[in-house]
């Protein structure tokens, strides 16, 4: 909680006009201010959150860039105690997952964070097919001898629920990357584990919009901000969801102690970009479903993933528990990796270019890059972005050509 002193400060506005400000006004920035507590929609709750409404104020929370704060308030240091711009992102967040949210420097500054949660000797399990980083990140702990890691198939329900009894940490991510396999969530948090232990969903590809980890019953959520969130490719930040006081206070210190702070003109433009978030994500969800279907009946194309698709292996779960299946689609042209390289090279409106969940669409092949040896050599993955779908599809389509 602040105080208006706080606020005041934070925004550099001078004592002396904390008369106009109304100082005896109470600023609460949590989910208690009217009327956030009463919406139910993430479509309001992304334009209606993370605002200051006293008298005066500026609608837009702005970006902070503030170390050090004037002591007499719970807010002395940016790096201990947080600023009103990031809180902006955090409050956003956490009501649209249904908890408390602490937002990091990077998507994987966040998982760093989670990970730093583990005792010396504890167990992770992974999917087989996940980011990269996240599992450079466990690799390279346990090449240092700090954990022991597990990969098991996204899809293996069975052995999910089998490691919940040894394992100490349980990463799931869902859809996965890039093979879009979804797991069964709700079956594996429900399955018995030690007391100690932590289920974790990266629900980057899904976006709090298609999936609620923790009303699945994970004690994690977390999300890479500069993808859905941030959505115009132009910021790197990460926020972790909980709903537990001890793990949220846990995960804050684990931030101080490692200065994996958020920048302020950063989170000033993740909370920008999720302003829109529920138009962009149905936009582009919307132009994913008509070109998966266009892309698995074209003759160049040998295999097309995509959860919406009925011929996805694991669209049944896909269906029973997400609310939208996403921007991500991955498939196989038909020939090598120089085959796949040449439809890169030939896209005009798609951009060859890492990175997803923006306005515009990327397209890239997957197997060249360190830890995902283990995709088929002409996977390209394609995230959607808002463009015209027709335009989008003639792009393609002529891509796809034949040489
Ligand atoms: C991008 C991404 C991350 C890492 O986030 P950064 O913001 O790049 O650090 C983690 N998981 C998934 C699924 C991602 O797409």
């Known amino acids: 909680m602040h105080t208006d002193r706080d606020v005041a400060d934070a925004l550099g506005i001078h004592s002396g006009y904390c008369i106009a400000w109304r100082p005896r006004y109470r600023f609460v920035s949590m989910s208690t201010d009217l009327p956030l507590a009463e919406l139910s929609s993430a479509e309001s709750l992304l334009v209606a959150a993370g605002r200051d409404r006293r008298p005066g104020a500026p609608l837009n929370r702005p970006p902070v860039p503030a170390s050090n704060f004037v002591l007499g308030t719970e807010r002395a240091y940016a790096r201990d105690d947080g600023t009103p711009t990031w809180e902006a992102l955090e409050e956003i967040v956490g009501l649209l997952e249904g908890g408390h949210?602490?937002?990091?420097?990077?998507?994987?500054?966040?998982?760093?964070a989670v990970f730093d949660q583990l005792r010396a000797g504890s167990q992770i399990v992974l999917p087989d097919d996940c980011y990269q980083g996240v599992a450079g990140l466990a690799e390279s702990g346990r090449q240092k001898g700090f954990w022991s890691l597990r990969r098991l198939a996204v899809d293996d329900t069975e052995g999910w629920i089998r490691a919940c009894a040894d394992a100490d940490l349980l990463w799931l991510e869902s859809p996965s990357n890039p093979l879009l396999a979804v797991a069964d969530v709700r079956a594996i948090c429900s399955a018995a584990r030690k007391p100690t232990a932590l289920v974790a969903v990266d629900n980057t590809f899904a976006t709090s919009l298609n999936q609620r980890p923790l009303d699945l019953g994970a004690d994690v959520s977390f999300q890479s901000a500069t993808k859905f969130i941030g959505g115009h490719s132009d910021l790197l930040s990460g926020v972790v969801t909980v709903r537990r006081d001890d793990l949220r206070a846990a995960l804050r210190r684990s931030r101080e102690l490692n200065g994996a702070t958020p920048g302020a003109l950063e989170s000033y433009l993740a909370v920008r970009g999720a302003r829109t978030m529920a138009l962009r994500l149905e936009r582009a969800q919307a132009n994913a479903m008509v070109l998966a279907e266009r892309l698995q009946a074209?003759?160049?194309?040998?295999?097309?993933?995509?959860?919406?698709?009925?011929?996805?292996?694991?669209?049944?779960?896909?269906r029973a528990q997400l609310k939208g299946f996403g921007t991500i689609i991955s498939f196989d042209v038909r020939g090598d990796a120089a085959a796949a390289d040449a439809v890169c090279s030939r896209v005009r409106l798609i951009h060859h270019a890492t990175s997803l969940g923006a306005v515009e669409s990327t397209i890239e092949r997957r197997a060249g890059i360190p830890g995902q040896e283990h995709l088929p050599?002409?996977?390209?993955r394609l995230s959607v972005g808002i463009e015209n779908v027709e335009e989008l599809w003639a792009d393609l389509a002529s891509a796809l050509r034949d040489e």
């Open 101 to 112: 949210t602490v937002a990091f420097a990077s998507g994987m500054a966040g998982v760093a």
């Open 298 to 318: 074209h003759p160049r194309v040998a295999l097309t993933r995509y959860p919406g698709l009925s011929s996805h292996p694991t669209h049944p779960v896909a």
């Open 377 to 380: 050599p002409s996977l390209l």
